[in-house]
C-alpha cells in the first residue's frame, strides 16, 4: 500500500517526473546542421556577425522567456544580469595570466555564475511577490545599477566602458578564434547547449510548477510547493543563461559599455520575447531572428526601423497576443484535419493586397519623413529601388492610391477569409 501511495500517478509530483526530461533530438539535429551550413552559404563578415548577434539575442530572450513565458514575472531591468556577466567577462580577457590559462570556449560560464551570483542577491527579496511588485523592484534594480555603471568606474568602465581581446585566451584544439567564422560556432554551440538546457529546466519539475504558480500561486501553495521558492530558483536559472548571453556578446564584440545593461536594453528583450511569443518555447528564437533582421537589416535601408519595429510590436500585442510563435500554431488543427490547402487562395486575396497597401503606407511615411528633414535642395529619395522627387505631387498621388487600394481589397475579401478559416478548422466535409 505504501509503494502504492509513492508511485500513485494521481499525485501532483508523480505526474511532474513522469517523462519530464524527455529530450525529442530531432529539432535538435535539425537546428544543428542548419547552424553548421549557415556560414558556407553567407561567407561574408558583416553576415556572420549578424548571425552571432541573432544568437545572443536568442539565449538572452529564451532566458527572459524563463522569467515572463514560465514563471509569469515581467521583469524591466533583465539586461543588467546579462551586462554583469558581460562585464565580468570582459575583466577575466584582461587577467592576461589566468585567461591564458583558459580556453575560450568555457568563458561564457562565468558569465552565467556573476549572472547568476546577482540573480541570487536581487532574488532574495524581488521574488517574494510576483505582478507589480516584481515589475517596479525589477524596474528599480535595473535603473540602480545602470547608474553605478557610470560611477563605479573599476568595474564598469565609466561611459567608455571596458574593452578586450579574446585571442589572448588558451588555444581551443589549435584555434585561436581570430576569425568570425569560428566566433560563429562557438556562438552556435552556446545556442544550443543553452537552449537544450532551458528547454529541459522547463520539463523538470521546478520548470512545470512554475506555469503552475504563474496560472494559480494559490492553488499551487495548496499543493505544498512555495510560490515564492519557485520564483526564486527561476530567477535564478535566468540569470544564469542572461549572464551566459552576456559572456558571449562580450567574446563577440570584445567591448561592453552602460548601454549593455540600462532599461532600453531591458525593454528590447522583453520587444523581442513578446514579438516570438511567451506562450511557446521557441517563440523567443522567432523573435530574436525578426528583430535581429530589422535592427540589422532594415536599418541599412531607413532611419525609421525602430518605428517600424514598434508599429509590429504594437500589432502584435492588439491582433496576435500569441506572437509569432502563437500565429503559426495557429494552422496546427487546420494541418490536423488536413484542409490547410483550403487557406492558400484566400490568404492570397487578402494578405497580399493587404502587404501591398501597407508598402504603400510605409511609402507614404518615408516620404514625409524625407520631406520634412530632408536638407534644403535634397528634394530626390529612393524607395523600393525607385528614385523620385519628393516634393513633386504626382509620387504622393500614388503612394496614397496604392495604400487605399491595397487595404481596401484586403478588407473586402476578410470575409471570405474569415469563412475559409473557419472551415478549414472545423471537423467534417471535404479535405
Not at 540573480?119 to 540602480?144: K, N, Y
Not at 567608455?160 to 585571442?167: K, Q, V
Amino acid at each position: 500500500m505504501n509503494d502504492q501511495i509513492k508511485t500513485d500517478p494521481s499525485k501532483a509530483a508523480e505526474r511532474m517526473r513522469a517523462g519530464s526530461m524527455i529530450l525529442p533530438l530531432a529539432p535538435w539535429l535539425i537546428a544543428a546542421v542548419v547552424l553548421a551550413l549557415l556560414p558556407q552559404v553567407f561567407t561574408n563578415n558583416s553576415a556572420l556577425t549578424i548571425m552571432n548577434q541573432m544568437s545572443i539575442t536568442i539565449v538572452f530572450a529564451l532566458a527572459y522567456n524563463m522569467l515572463l513565458g514560465q514563471g509569469g514575472m515581467l521583469s524591466f531591468g533583465h539586461a543588467v544580469y546579462a551586462g554583469v556577466g558581460g562585464f565580468a567577462c570582459m575583466h577575466i580577457m584582461n587577467m592576461s595570466d589566468f585567461f591564458a590559462s583558459i580556453p575560450l570556449v568555457i568563458l561564457p560560464i562565468f558569465g552565467g555564475l556573476f549572472g547568476m551570483g546577482l540573480a541570487m542577491i536581487v532574488g532574495s527579496f524581488s521574488t517574494r511577490s510576483a505582478g507589480t511588485v516584481f515589475a517596479m523592484i525589477s524596474l528599480g534594480v535595473g535603473e540602480l545599477i545602470a547608474a553605478c555603471s557610470v560611477i563605479i568606474v573599476a568595474f564598469f568602465g565609466g561611459e567608455e566602458g571596458i574593452s578586450g581581446d579574446r585571442t589572448y585566451a588558451q588555444p581551443f584544439f589549435g584555434v585561436e578564434f581570430l576569425q568570425q567564422e569560428e566566433v560563429y560556432y562557438l556562438t552556435a554551440a552556446w545556442v544550443l547547449i543553452s537552449a537544450a538546457l532551458m528547454y529541459l529546466w522547463s520539463r523538470t519539475p521546478v520548470g512545470r510548477m512554475a506555469n503552475a504558480v504563474r496560472d494559480n500561486p494559490e492553488r499551487a501553495e495548496f499543493l505544498g510547493y512555495s510560490s515564492r521558492w519557485v520564483r526564486y530558483y527561476s530567477f535564478v536559472a535566468s540569470g544564469f543563461f542572461a549572464g551566459v548571453a552576456g559572456g558571449l556578446f562580450a567574446i563577440n564584440y570584445e567591448i561592453l559599455t552602460e548601454e549593455n545593461l540600462n532599461t532600453a536594453s531591458s525593454g528590447v528583450i522583453l520587444l523581442v520575447t513578446f514579438l516570438g511569443g511567451v506562450g511557446f518555447f521557441f517563440g523567443p528564437i522567432i523573435g530574436a531572428v525578426a528583430f535581429t533582421l530589422l535592427q540589422t537589416v532594415l536599418s541599412l535601408s531607413t532611419e525609421l526601423w525602430a518605428f517600424y519595429a514598434g508599429a509590429l510590436f504594437v500589432a502584435t500585442v492588439m491582433f496576435f497576443p500569441g506572437g509569432l510563435a502563437g500565429l503559426i500554431m495557429m494552422h496546427v488543427p487546420a494541418f490536423k484535419l488536413r484542409k490547410a490547402s483550403g487557406l492558400i487562395l484566400p490568404y492570397l486575396k487578402t494578405l497580399l493586397p493587404g502587404a501591398i497597401g501597407l508598402f504603400g503606407l510605409a511609402a507614404l511615411v518615408e516620404m514625409t519623413f524625407h520631406f520634412r528633414h530632408a536638407p534644403p535642395g535634397d528634394e530626390e529619395m529612393t524607395i523600393f529601388w525607385t528614385t523620385f522627387d519628393s516634393h513633386s505631387l504626382m509620387p504622393w498621388v500614388i503612394a496614397v492610391a496604392i495604400t487605399l487600394i491595397g487595404l481596401g481589397i484586403a478588407k473586402a475579401t476578410a470575409p471570405s477569409l474569415r469563412d475559409a478559416w473557419n472551415e478549414a478548422n472545423t471537423a467534417g466535409g471535404a479535405s
